[in-house]
Nanobody, 127 residues
Framework: QVHLVESGGGLVQPGGSLRLSCAAS????????MGWLRQAPGKEREGVSC????????YYRDFVKGRFTISRDNAKNMVYLEMNSLKPEDTAVYYC????????????????????WGQGTQVTVSS
C-alpha cells in the first residue's frame, strides 16, 4: 500500500526558511519521479517542483525558482523540499505526490500527473 507522509511545515516569518520532508513507503521510490504541490486557501492545487527518479533532472515553477530546492534520498525513501526566502504568498498546504513515471515532464504542474498523495503539511508565512 502506497503511503506518503509529509512533515516540516509550520509558521515562519517572511524571508525565513523551512525544510519539508516526505517519507515514502509501500513502493520502490527509485522507480518514480516525485513532486511537491501546494494548495492555498480558495485556490486550486498546483505543482511546485518535481524530481526525476535518478535525481538527474529537477523542475521548478517560476514562482519558486531560485528559492526552493527539491531533493531525494532513495536509500532512505525520503523526498525533501528546502524552502528559502519565503513569502506570504507561499502560504499553503504542501503535498508530496508520486509522479506517474520515472522522469518528470512538463505536466508536473498538473495534479493529473500524479497518482498518490500525502495528507499535506501546512506552511504559513506571516509576520
Amino acid at each position: 500500500q502506497v503511503h506518503l507522509v509529509e512533515s516540516g511545515g509550520g509558521l515562519v516569518q517572511p524571508g525565513g526558511s523551512l525544510r519539508l520532508s516526505c517519507a515514502a513507503s509501500g513502493f520502490t521510490l527509485s522507480y518514480y519521479a516525485m513532486g511537491w504541490l501546494r494548495q492555498a486557501p480558495g485556490k486550486e492545487r498546483e505543482g511546485v517542483s518535481c524530481i526525476s527518479s535518478s535525481v538527474d533532472s529537477t523542475y521548478y515553477r517560476d514562482f519558486v525558482k531560485g528559492r526552493f530546492t527539491i531533493s531525494r534520498d532513495n536509500a532512505k525513501n525520503m523526498v525533501y523540499l528546502e524552502m528559502n526566502s519565503l513569502k506570504p504568498e507561499d502560504t499553503a498546504v504542501y503535498y508530496c505526490a508520486r509522479f506517474k513515471d520515472l522522469s518528470c515532464s512538463g505536466s508536473y504542474y498538473s495534479t493529473l500527473a500524479y497518482d498518490y498523495w500525502g495528507q499535506g503539511t501546512q506552511v504559513t508565512v506571516s509576520s
